[in-house]
C-alpha cells in the first residue's frame, strides 16, 4: 500500500537554528498538508498545498515556517529560527483528488528544541 | 466545518464489536462524515467516510442517521489492536480543505 515517507523520524536541535522537515507524499496525490501535535494536544493544521502554492494556512503558520516542493516529490517544510514551543511531532499528509480519497499521513518528525 | 461532539472515552471489550457515537447536529448538506484515528503516536489513519449511505470497508463500518445529525462508527471484532483515539471530523469533501481535528475519543479495547 503506498505510504508518505517522513525523515528524520527524530530531530533533535538548538533554539534559533534553522531545522527542514522532509516528506515524500503519494506518487499521484495533488494535495499536501503539514500537521503538528505538541505532546499531550490536539492535531493542529499547519498548512495546505497545491499546485505550487500555498491554498491555505493556519494562524500558527507565521513567517517563521515555509514550505516547498523544490523537485516534485519532496514536500518540505522549514523553521527558520526553532523556539522551544516549536517541539512537536510533525505529519506530512497528501491526498488525491476525488470523493473517495482520504488523507494519507506520514508516521511523523518528532523535534525536539533545546 | 461543521462541529462534532464524542465522548472523551470509552472501553471495548476485545472481540466484540465497537460502537463509536458522533453527534453532528449542524453538518451542512454538502458535508462528508471522516472518521480517523491515531495509535499513540503514529500519525492519523483514515478509516472510512460517508455522505448519507451507510459504507463499510475492511476496517470498519459507518451507519449515518437520516437526518444525518449523528453517525457511528462500529469496528466489528475490536482487537487489542485497535486501541487508539478515534476522531470523527465533518467536512466539505474539497480537495484544499482541512481537517479539523478536535480531541477525539480515546478507545480502549480491553482483553
Known amino acids: 500500500e503506498p505510504e508518505v515517507t517522513q525523515t528524520p523520524s527524530h530531530q533533535v536541535t538548538q533554539m534559533g537554528q534553522e531545522v527542514i522537515l522532509r516528506c515524500v507524499p503519494i506518487?499521484?496525490?495533488?494535495?499536501f498538508y503539514w500537521y503538528r501535535q505538541i505532546l499531550g494536544q490536539k492535531v493542529e493544521f499547519l498548512v495546505s498545498f497545491y499546485n505550487n502554492e500555498i491554498s491555505e494556512k493556519s494562524e500558527i503558520f507565521d513567517d517563521q515556517f515555509s514550505v516547498e516542493r523544490p523537485d516534485g516529490s519532496n514536500f518540505t517544510l522549514k523553521i527558520r529560527s526553532t523556539k522551544l514551543e516549536d517541539s512537536a511531532m510533525y505529519f506530512c499528509?497528501?491526498?488525491?483528488?476525488?470523493?473517495?480519497?482520504?488523507?494519507?499521513f506520514g508516521s511523523g518528525t518528532r523535534l525536539t528544541v533545546v | 466545518d461543521a462541529k462534532t461532539t464524542q465522548p472523551t472515552s470509552m472501553d471495548c471489550a476485545e472481540g466484540r464489536a465497537a460502537n463509536l457515537p458522533c453527534n453532528h447536529s449542524?453538518?451542512?448538506?454538502?458535508?462528508?462524515v471522516y472518521w480517523y484515528r491515531q495509535i499513540h503516536s503514529q500519525g492519523p489513519q483514515y478509516i472510512i467516510h460517508g455522505l448519507k449511505n451507510n459504507e463499510t470497508n475492511e476496517m470498519a463500518s459507518l451507519i449515518i442517521t437520516e437526518d444525518r445529525k449523528s453517525s457511528t462508527l462500529i469496528l466489528p471484532h475490536a482487537t487489542l489492536r485497535d486501541t487508539a483515539v478515534y476522531y470523527c471530523i465533518v467536512r466539505v469533501n474539497n480537495g484544499n480543505n482541512r481537517l479539523a481535528f478536535g480531541k477525539g475519543n480515546q478507545v480502549v479495547v480491553i482483553p
Open positions: 449542524t453538518i451542512s448538506g454538502n458535508e462528508y
Open positions: 506518487s499521484n496525490h495533488l494535495y
Open positions: 499528509a497528501s491526498r488525491g483528488t476525488g470523493a473517495l480519497n482520504g488523507y494519507t
